[in-house]
């Protein structure tokens, strides 16, 4: 079964830090550029960042994120993975981690929440 | 960045009923445009792919079409499980956007 899982999410201080992690099974990890996806609650998808296949190593963030977070994965080990830097209360919402397939997102992680607050 | 916008937000129909979804981009995004549904509480899942190719198991009900600046996801008769969010989303250039959603209700 080709299957994501999220973790790492939680309640973090404004100007505080996190690390997501997602991670694959049931299909080869190394072969797939993968993103970032978040939704802020009863809000709607935004798209956070990209990370190439093994290949071309291109990167590619959101605006609203560029010089916070910082993208990564271990092909090795399966694993995708977000830091998450001086984050804000707009940082607030459901991150998900998804599988890109012909430029669309085919397979989606059950997402983990990131909650920013004092 | 590209503006998607859909219509309408919300709606109310019945079980058997025809619904049909618009998505605008704010420029042409050729047919790079997604379709996916989102179950509450759950992650989305992708209906279609460039305007108008079905994904793998997803019900022929659902269809997609347009190019440009304006495209449809149309369900043809509605069933209880298609009771859920619906997403559109661009990939033409970076960064990709989606619309705002449009949350079809059981009347």
């Known amino acids: 079964e080709v299957l994501l899982v999220e973790s790492g999410g939680g309640l973090v201080q404004p100007g505080g830090s996190l690390r997501l992690s997602c991670t694959a099974s049931g299909f080869i990890f190394g072969s797939f550029p993968m993103n970032w996806v978040r939704q802020a609650p009863g809000g709607g998808l935004q798209w956070v960042s990209y990370i190439s296949s093994t290949a071309t190593n291109i990167i590619r963030y959101a605006d609203s994120v560029k010089g916070r977070f910082t993208v990564s994965r271990d092909n090795d080990k399966n694993s995708l993975f977000l830091q998450m830097d001086s984050l804000r209360a707009g940082d607030t919402a459901v991150y998900y981690c998804?599988?890109?397939?012909?430029?669309?997102?085919?397979?989606w992680g059950q997402g983990t929440m990131v909650t920013v607050s004092s | 960045d590209i503006q998607m916008t859909q219509s309408p937000s919300s709606l109310s129909a019945s079980v058997g009923d025809r619904v049909t979804i618009t998505c605008r981009a704010s420029?042409?995004?050729?047919?790079?445009l997604a379709w996916y549904q989102q179950r509450p509480g759950k992650a989305p899942k992708l209906l279609i792919h460039?305007?108008?190719i079905l994904e793998s198991g997803v019900p022929s009900r659902f269809s997609g079409s347009g190019s440009g600046t304006e495209f449809t996801l149309t369900i043809s008769s509605l069933q209880p499980d298609d009771f859920a969010t619906y997403h559109c989303q661009h990939y033409d250039t970076y960064p990709w956007t989606f619309g705002q959603g449009t949350k079809v209700e059981i009347k």
């Open positions: 998804a599988r890109e397939s012909t430029h669309s997102f085919d397979i």
């Open positions: 420029q042409s995004v050729d047919s790079w």
């Open positions: 460039k305007a108008s």
